[in-house]
Structure formats: C-alpha cells, structure tokens
C-alpha cells in the first residue's frame, strides 16, 4: 500500500514535520513497504522552492500562498499510484484566511483520506468551524488525539462520531540502558535538572516556573532549570526576542539567573529524548486549558519523565491516575510545592515515573503505526468496493429555512441599506437603486409563496425608494446617502434596467391593485429611456422587464420595444460569436447568465424561436465554462474571462449565482427538460459550499450571506447585493421544485417570518 503525506516536512523546524516523519516511518514498518512506494506533499512557508533541503521521499512542494499549488498537488496525487493520502492539519500551516486554501485540495483528492487534527478548538471563529466542517466531509476519517478533541467535534462542529478516530500522540521507540552524552554537560553535572521544551512564545507560561525557582532553590539549592528552544518564528518576525529578554530580566530580578539554561535551538528527537532522560521533573506551564494536543508532553511520558504541568484539556487526560501532577494556571507557590515534594521524596518521584513509562510504551510508534495501518487498510478496502453511482437527487433537508430577518435588519423606513460590516448594518455607505430594485422583487416572491406578512410590510418601502429615486425625465438616480442625500444625478444602463425588472415584476405580482397602479406609473414614466441605452445588460435587465409587464399588459408599442433591444443583443452575439466561442462579447465579465436570461424570458413572450436558439446556445457555452466538477465556478471579477485568455477564478459574486440559477429556471420553463433543474439546484449549492472554496456563503447564525470569495478566503460583510441573491435564488429553487416535483417545499422551509 502506498500513501501520500500531505505535511511540513523535515529539515523544517516544526513539530507536524517530526511527526508526520516519525508516522511515515511507523506506517512503513507495518507494511513492510519501501520508503519509495510512499511520498511527501511538503508544505513550504515562502516562495523559495529550494527554502529546504528535503529528501527523495518529496515529490511535490506546496507553496503556502499559492492557491494554485494546491490544485496542482491534488492533480498530483490523483495521477499517482498512491492508496490513500494523509493529511497533518493545523491552523497556520495552510494558506489563505484561516488555511481555507486546503480545502479545495482536499475537495479534488479522489483518493481515500485520513486527517489528523492536531489542533481542535473549543471556540472556533466562525471561518475555522467551517474549515473543520468541510475538512470531516471530505475525509474518510478524522483522527484526534485526545478525548476532549472527540467530544468537541462531535458537539461543537456537529461531525458524525463513526467518522473520528482516537489514536494518542505517537512517542519514539526509547531505548533503555545506553550511556547518556547528556548527563555529561557540565551545566548537568552535579545538578538536579528540571526541564522545558518548545518554541518559545508568551502563551508558554515559562515566567510561572521562574517565579517558583527562588523557593525550590532554597529547598534544593543544586537545582538547575533548563529552557530548550528556539523563539516561535512568527513571534521572533513581529517581536524579536523581547520574550525571552523578559524571562531573562525576571531571573536576574528574582537572583536564580544561575539556576536557568536557555538552549536557544530547536533541537533533535535524538537529543531532546536524551534530555528527557537527563531531567529529574519535566514541566509544561501552559497559561491556558486551550491545549488539545501536545507533543512534547507525549514524548516526557513516553521517556517515563516525572512530569508536572498546568491542567490544560491534554494534561489532564495523559497525567490522569497518577502518571503526573497537575498545578494551577500561573500558580507559581503550587508549582514550587509540588517540586520540592517530589524532590525530597524519590518514592513519590520514581512511583510517577514508573507510572508514565509504562503508559508511555503504549505510545511507542510502531504501535501507533500499526494502528493507523488498520485504519488504512479498512478505508483502502472499503474504497476498492465497486460503487454504483447515484441518480441526482434533490435533498431539501439542506436548504435553510427562509427568514427575513437579516433583510430586515438591514432595512430602515428609507430602503434597504447598500453594505454591512460582518452581519450589521452599515450607515456610512448609504442606499442604492440596484438594491432596493432586487429587494422589491424578493419581497413579492416571499408574498407569494409565503403570504409573509414581513414581506408585504417591506413593498411599500422599496416602492416608496424606487419613486423618490426617479428623475423628472424617468430615469433613475442610483446612489443615495443616509441623510438621504442624492450622490449622483442619474444611475447607469445596469440600475435602470434592474430598476425596471422590479417594476414590470410588481405590475404582474402586486399583492393589492394600490401598489400595481402606483408602480405602473413608475414604470411609465421611466419608459422614454430605453432608447438611450447603449450597455447589453441594460438592455438585457430591461428586455426581462419588459417580459414580465407584457406577460400581463398588451401593449404592441412595448413588445416592439421589446424586439429592438433584443435584436440589439443578437447583432453584438453575431459579432462576437466564433466557433468555440459563443458569447454577446470578446469577454465575460459581471452579470453574464442575465444575457441568455433576457432571451428566454422574451421567447417566452414572443415566441420568437430565434431567440430560443440564441439563448440556449449562450447558455450552453457559459454552462461549460462556469462548471467545474459538478459544483458552479462563476468567473470573476478581478480580470474577468478574455477569449483566448485565463479565466479569472476570483472574486465571486452573489450576483453573478443568482442570475444563472434564474437562467436555468427560465430555461426550465420553457424546454420543461429536468436536466435544467439539477443545473440550477447545483449552481444554488454555491451559497451553501459546493464552490472552489469548499465554504458556504450563506450565514445560518445571521440568515445573511456573505459577500464573496476571494483570493484568500471569504468576504464575511453580509451586505444588501449579496443577501437579496442568496434569497432571490432560495425562492427561485423552492418555486422550482414546487413545479416540477408537484411538493411544497416552502411549506416545510418557513421560519419565523410572520410578525
């Protein structure tokens, strides 16, 4: 069996990297495989592909912040001969915005996988949830090592127990009996050593044992306190050695500077499990419980070291039932006690080491390998079964419930407010057109399939907007700031039409003939215009305006309006179209789904079958060119899509989903072929995670969504344009299945939406 190990790797000074070599080695033995069947993933913290000197097991370097090495080692593996992957998590290891850049590594691996966590947090941010949420759902199995880290996952993160494994911190396989080189250092000599170990920073508690020195020394004057380790280096980038200064400054204040050691490096297995050995009390200070996994207190137990520690949530369990004593955090007199028992009495010492020693051959690593090789070879097996594939199936059991609360949070007695600042409001930025447009029609699409009565209260504010907007020749202001103050004297191609969509929309929907009358007059009055138009998605928002005013007005000098702009949108498909490129410009750009969108909508209208031609050709090409196994990849608009050129992946717009889910829904309506309706449910699963990030843009503790995906993670404003696409196509998909499946799903998704 071959495996990738996807890790820090050595001559890396990191702890993932010294395990995850030590677990290569322990998994090989149990195979009894060559260590060339197997390789390394290595994850590099610059640039420099030559920053380290790695072995041959490494066949492939990982820069942390380049997304696109992600992608390329997952292509990697899947080319490979390899079995299974295993996976070193920790937060800070992986790039982007809380290591989100992992994610869709994982997400494209076709190959078993386990992870291994060594971190699990009690309180996790709201992006680190989700990053362990995704991480559980695309792993074959979880491993911990710690029980406090299997009740965490279960009850914090909501991850299937079946899916997680415990298997403890892997320990070397200590030999007994050699002469040890370190018991002849001078500074250990005659000396009776406590001892420290790891990467230096504040959170290490050092300063705790310092404080405790001077009344050990008094008791056991030939005590000497010895400090290994370098400083953390991101701590050493933004602080330097102030840290250990500080430490430093504290034993000479206290008079033990004598007392103390500090090796400065980060030193060997080798040597560090001979220190171990050399060391009467090993002593881990920690200032908080917030540790789940520690390796260092796995390697003094396994050494059979006399280890006292702060009860942080890994201490408590491996010091439990006397193999250790625990003392209280920053409690340097309890520490001091403790030290100075164990000291004057060798039957207590020696009784505790025996203790962790013998727990401590339980963690040897030939053991823990042999575990994971089990584990292994289960998922091996299990992926080897032939699977038969299963019929698209919409499972509504994933869709929240729909709830207006977030859009109401963000609506005043003027409109509906333009951006947030994570899920709240933000005032600054003042209103804009194409929002309340947008808002006024996922309103009349909540009445409708709601009766909600937060919906029905919302019209008259949206409409009341839309009027103060316009100007006295029709068109419409698009910006407007909270002291309700005009910022621009007249919006573009793109607010006119939106702004029209949501009226024509209001005319045929109204929930009472008061508010169709008063926006039949807006809409009237706004129809002098369209004959300035010279953008295609304003001509394209227009068109679906004009559609949904005519679906319920005859009205020949509309619907002649109406063929003028889409035969502008056929002249500029004609120009551009070549013959793998199928699109109304040389580029893709914003908004693009709304183009065959506009189309559709007016072949539902006329009945004109070029139209139909024409739109469902688009629709095809922009399909294939916004699909990526299975999930929607809208192009982005940090450099858009040139014909002949790259794709630009980021940023992704709310906007940009909402469009296509009403494309394929349109489409839908008048082929009435399913395909179009798994289409557009997979393209709404963008909201909800199937995007190149693996995250969900839709915020179940808000019930706002998101504002993006960037480069480097994801846009948690929550503002007007995003929220109101998330809704527009959550009510789109729920009307979707209600005609098609014949079932309302909109029953069983309300929520609190009523007053």
């Not at 090993?282 to 050494?303: F, K, N, V």
Request: aromatic share 12%.
């Amino acid at each position: 069996m071959k495996i990738a190990y996807i890790s820090t790797n050595m001559p890396r000074s990191c702890g993932l990297a010294t395990f995850n070599a030590n677990l290569k080695s322990a998994i090989e033995l149990n195979l009894s495989s060559k260590p060339k069947d197997s390789f390394v993933i290595a994850i590099n913290d610059s640039e420099n592909l030559d920053q380290y000197k790695y072995g041959d097991d490494v066949k492939y370097i990982i820069r942390q912040q380049d997304q696109k090495d992600y992608i390329r080692a997952a292509k990697f593996i899947n080319t490979s001969t390899v079995d299974a992957c295993i996976l070193q998590h920790e937060f800070g290891i992986y790039g982007g915005d809380s290591g989100t850049y992992i994610l869709p590594l994982l997400f494209n691996i076709n190959k078993p996988l386990i992870t291994i966590l060594h971190t699990v947090l009690k309180e996790p941010s709201y992006l680190q949830k989700l990053i362990i949420k995704e991480i559980a759902r695309q792993s074959s199995k979880i491993v911990v090592m710690a029980q406090k880290a299997v009740t965490f996952l279960i009850d914090v993160y909501q991850i299937d127990a079946n899916k997680i494994a415990l298997i403890e911190h892997g320990v070397p396989d200590y030999q007994t009996g050699f002469v040890n080189p370190v018991k002849e250092m001078s500074f250990f000599k005659n000396k009776r050593a406590l001892l420290t170990f790891g990467l230096l920073s504040k959170n290490k508690g050092i300063e705790t044992v310092i404080k405790a020195l001077p009344a050990i020394v008094a008791q056991h004057p030939d005590v000497v306190y010895i400090i290994i380790g370098s400083t953390h280096p991101h701590v050493k980038k933004l602080q330097g050695e102030e840290y250990r200064e500080s430490l430093k400054i504290l034993a000479k204040k206290l008079d033990v500077t004598k007392n103390i050691i500090f090796i400065n490096n980060f030193i060997g297995e080798d040597e560090l499990v001979n220190y171990l050995s050399a060391a009467e009390i090993y002593i881990t200070p920690y200032l908080t419980e917030a540790q789940i996994t520690s390796g260092t207190l796995s390697y003094a137990i396994g050494a059979g070291a006399a280890v006292v520690s702060t009860p942080y949530w890994h201490a408590q369990e491996l010091l439990a039932d006397n193999r250790g004593k625990l003392f209280d955090f920053g409690d340097d007199e309890q520490l001091a006690e403790i030290v100075n028992h164990l000291l004057s009495d060798d039957k207590a010492l020696k009784t505790i080491r025996d203790k962790a020693f013998k727990y401590g051959l339980n963690l040897r690593y030939p053991k823990i390998g042999k575990l994971y090789t089990n584990l292994l070879k289960e998922l091996v097996t299990e992926n080897n079964i032939v699977k038969v594939p299963k019929e698209f199936h919409i499972d509504t059991e994933i869709l929240p419930n729909f709830t207006l609360e977030h859009v109401k949070r963000l609506t005043d007695d003027t409109g509906i407010i333009q951006h947030a600042r994570y899920g709240i409001p933000n005032l600054k930025e003042g209103y804009c057109m194409d929002d309340n447009a947008r808002a006024l029609i996922m309103a009349l699409m909540a009445y409708d399939q709601f009766k909600s009565e937060d919906a029905l209260r919302l019209l008259p504010i949206y409409l009341s907007f839309i009027q103060y907007m316009q100007c006295e020749d029709g068109n419409f202001r698009n910006f407007l700031s909270f002291k309700r103050e005009y910022l621009d004297e007249e919006g573009t191609d793109d607010s006119y039409g939106r702004t029209l969509w949501a009226l024509g929309f209001m005319v045929g929907n109204a929930p009472n003939s008061s508010y169709g009358e008063f926006a039949k007059d807006l809409f009237y009055n706004a129809l002098p215009q369209i004959d300035k138009l010279t953008h295609l998605r304003g001509y394209a928002n227009t068109i679906i305006g004009l559609c949904y005013y005519l679906k319920q007005q005859n009205d020949e000098s509309l619907r002649m309006k109406l063929d003028e702009l889409c035969e502008k949108l056929l002249a500029s498909y004609q120009k551009n179209k070549t013959h793998n490129w199928f699109w109304f410009e040389d580029k893709l750009t914003y908004d693009n789904a709304i183009l065959p969108l506009a189309l559709l909508k007016a072949y539902e209208i006329t009945n004109n079958y070029i139209y139909k031609i024409i739109g469902l050709e688009s629709l095809d090409f922009l399909d294939r060119e916004t699909t990526d196994k299975g999930h929607y990849n809208p192009i982005g608009n940090e450099a858009w899509f040139h014909y002949s050129k790259e794709k630009s992946i980021y940023d992704q717009q709310a906007i940009e989903t909402m469009a296509a889910v009403l494309m394929y829904f349109q489409a839908y309506t008048i082929t009435s072929e399913t395909l179009y309706i798994k289409k557009m449910f997979q393209t709404y699963l963008w909201f909800l995670g199937e995007n190149t990030l693996r995250i969900p843009l839709y915020d179940h503790e808000t019930n706002g969504c998101c504002d993006g995906l960037t480069p480097v993670g994801l846009n948690r404003n929550q503002g007007a344009e995003s929220t109101l696409a998330f809704y527009v196509s959550h009510l789109t998909v729920l009307k979707a299945f209600e005609k098609e499946y014949q079932f309302d799903v909109a029953e069983e998704k309300m929520a609190t939406h009523k007053a």
